[in-house]
Each structure stands twice: as structure tokens, then as C-alpha cells.
């Protein structure tokens, strides 16, 4: 049984600590928050819901917080700002135990003190079953500095920041061995970590900031759907097409043996919440200590292709995760 709201607000309100943008966090009827001058804010809000992002038998409850606040933190990030406060919407079952909780908020709150993001406030809720959680984050970026998904130009270079299809390949290696686990196919939550180490999931807010203080990124987008989802969003908000090196995809090594990843977990895989972004300008091959690694360049004709070691092209479909998808 979870705590009743009142206690678990006020438990809420002792884990969580304020930050400097805070001017009056939890136990007021709204927050107030300080915003920098010469600022615009940034608002994002992702669900988390059992049984769509995640399962209770799977899922640590500390990684499923985790991952919850790295969603909005990477959304931040992928528009080059700064994360300054996150607000949580919570709505509990009365049969999940105190301790799912408690773990998830604990998991949650390590990485808001890890990215120094205060939780500033949220609801708390009972819910007809299972638990949904929703994480607002706010940040603030210069105005009318933030990174769009619509700047990018034909004939420019497209990058990728860390490795991909790590998250998925844990989440298949994961399903082999639960019963049922055949059906994660249709299970978009693929953010198992390879080791389970619950700080192997990050937001890239550090190069993200710095891709826009140097104006290195003309469009940036964060990869939580999978590189060829993702891709797509950047390609039809900017109106180009691009060409992808399949050779140049920084493919995740997992496992003791440090095997590569398939191609398609890379292409399609979601849950790394690493940033792909387009630049016109020399970039580095490591900006705040994360690999960059260029992968292919925009085009002026629409769609998307995928270049082979051997030269041959091939379409490349958009073949991330889609809610409602079976519904087209
Ligand atoms: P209200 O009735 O105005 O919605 P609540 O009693 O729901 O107020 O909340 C009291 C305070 O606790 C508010 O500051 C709210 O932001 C905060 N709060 C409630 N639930 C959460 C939560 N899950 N996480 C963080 N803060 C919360
Ligand atoms: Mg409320």
C-alpha cells in the first residue's frame, strides 16, 4: 500500500531539495521559478506509463524512475538548454507496494541532484491500477537561441553523439530470458541497460549546451524513438533528405564480449537518448567528454537512404517506436 497523499507529498517534499531558480518549490499551490534574463523557457512533458513504457516485473523501480526524468532532461538538452527545475504527476495504484515508490522516487531524485535539477512540484494521485507517472521539466535557453528540428540545410553533415542500440539490445537479451518475453516486439520500453547500472542512463545536457554555444548545430534532435524515427523528424521539420553511412553508425558493444550490436537495433532502437544533430561547421570528434561521430549528410531531395559498405543504396524507413502505429 502507498503511502496516503499528504504523507507521501511530505516525503516527497523532505527528498527533495531546491535549486537556485527555485523562488518557492513544493508546498505552495504553484511554483515560482526564476528565470534568467534575456531568457525564453523550455517546457517538456513525458509519460511514463506501466505496462506501455515499462513492466513492474522487468523494470527495477529506481531504473523506471531514472529513465522517467532522463526523458524530459534529454528533451532539454536536444533543444540546447538548460534544465532548471522538473515537476512529477504521480498516480499510484493502492495495491503497489510503499517500496516500488520509494525506489522509483529514489532513482529519480539521484539523477535530478546528478543533472542539479530541483523537483519544484507535481500531483499525487491514486489510480484505478498501476502506476503513471508524468515529468514536466522546464528549462531555459537564450532568446531565440534554441536548437530546432528545422534547422538543418541540404549538403550539410549529420551527426550522432555516443553509441547506439544498447538500450535495445539489453532489452532483447532481457525478453529472452522472462516468460512472455517473446512479445517485446510490441513493448517500446527498451531502456534496460546492459549491466543494469542504473547511472549507464544520462541526458547529454553538457553537449548539448555546448553544440549551441559554439553554434556548431544547425538542427538537433534527442534519440529517444531510434535513429531512424528520429532521423525523419529532423528530415521533414527542415524539408531535406538524407543519406546515411551504414559503416559509420557507432553501433553499442554489450556483453562481456563487447559485441557489436545488430544494424537494425541502431537504426531502429529506442531508449538512448543520445543527440543527432546536423552542422555545416567542423566539429569535434568528442565535445564534454561524449564521442561525436558523423554518420551521413542532409540532401535536397526528400527521404531517407541508407548507403552499404558496398556503396549500395537502400531506402531507410522510419522503423523506431510509434504509439497507435497498428491503427494507420
Ligand atoms: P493542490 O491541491 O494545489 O494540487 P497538492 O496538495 O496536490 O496541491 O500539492 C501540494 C504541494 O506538493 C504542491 O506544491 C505540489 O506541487 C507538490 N506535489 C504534489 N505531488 C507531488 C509530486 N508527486 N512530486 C512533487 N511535488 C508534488
Ligand atoms: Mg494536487
Known amino acids: 500500500m502507498p ?25 505552495d499551490d504553484c511554483a515560482v521559478l526564476r528565470v534568467p534574463p534575456g531568457h525564453e523557457l523550455l517546457v517538456t512533458t513525458d509519460f511514463t506509463i506501466e505496462n506501455v513504457h515499462f513492466r513492474r516485473e522487468w523494470h527495477p523501480p529506481g531504473l523506471v524512475g531514472r529513465r522517467c526524468l532522463t526523458r524530459g532532461l534529454s528533451d532539454i538538452a536536444a533543444m540546447g538548454g538548460e534544465p532548471r527545475a522538473a515537476f512529477l504527476s504521480l498516480a499510484v495504484a493502492g495495491d503497489v507496494p510503499q517500496k516500488w515508490v520509494d525506489r522509483f522516487l529514489n532513482g529519480l531524485l539521484e539523477l535530478a541532484k546528478e543533472y542539479k535539477v530541483p523537483l519544484a512540484g507535481g500531483d499525487t494521485a491514486q489510480s484505478e491500477g498501476g502506476i503513471q507517472a508524468d515529468i514536466v521539466v522546464v528549462g531555459s535557453v537564450p532568446k531565440g537561441k534554441a536548437v530546432l528540428r528545422s534547422g538543418a540545410k541540404p549538403g550539410e553533415q549529420i551527426y550522432v553523439t555516443g553509441e547506439l542500440g544498447g538500450a535495445a539490445a539489453a532489452l532483447a537479451h532481457l525478453a529472452e530470458s522472462k516468460p512472455g518475453g517473446a512479445d517485446f516486439g510490441h513493448f517500446p520500453m527498451t531502456f534496460a541497460r546492459p549491466s543494469h547500472r542504473l547511472s549507464a542512463l544520462h541526458a547529454r545536457v553538457a553537449v548539448g549546451l555546448s553544440l549551441r ?15 531512424s524515427t528520429d532521423l525523419e523528424h529532423i528530415c521533414q521539420e527542415s524539408h531535406v ?28 532502437g529506442g531508449d538512448d537518448y543520445e543527440l543527432l544533430f546536423t552542422s555545416s561547421a567542423a566539429v ?39 504509439h497507435f502505429r497498428g491503427n494507420m
Open 241 to 268: 533528405g538524407a543519406e546515411i553511412e551504414a559503416e559509420a553508425i557507432p553501433r553499442a558493444q554489450v556483453g562481456p564480449a563487447k559485441k557489436r550490436v545488430a544494424l537494425e537495433l541502431a537504426l531502429h
Open 213 to 227: 554555444r559554439r553554434g556548431l548545430a544547425s538542427a538537433m534532435i534527442d534519440l529517444s524513438d531510434g535513429l
Open 3 to 27: 503511502l496516503a497523499e499528504k504523507k507521501l507529498i511530505q516525503q516527497i517534499r523532505r527528498l527533495a531539495r531546491g535549486g537556485s531558480p527555485v523562488v518557492t518549490g513544493i508546498g
Open 284 to 322: 569535434p570528434a568528442q565535445i564534454a567528454g561524449v564521442r561525436v561521430t558523423r554518420i551521413g549528410r542532409t540532401v535536397r531531395s526528400a527521404g531517407m537512404c541508407l548507403i552499404g559498405a558496398d556503396g549500395k543504396r537502400q531506402p531507410l524507413e522510419a522503423r523506431g517506436w510509434e
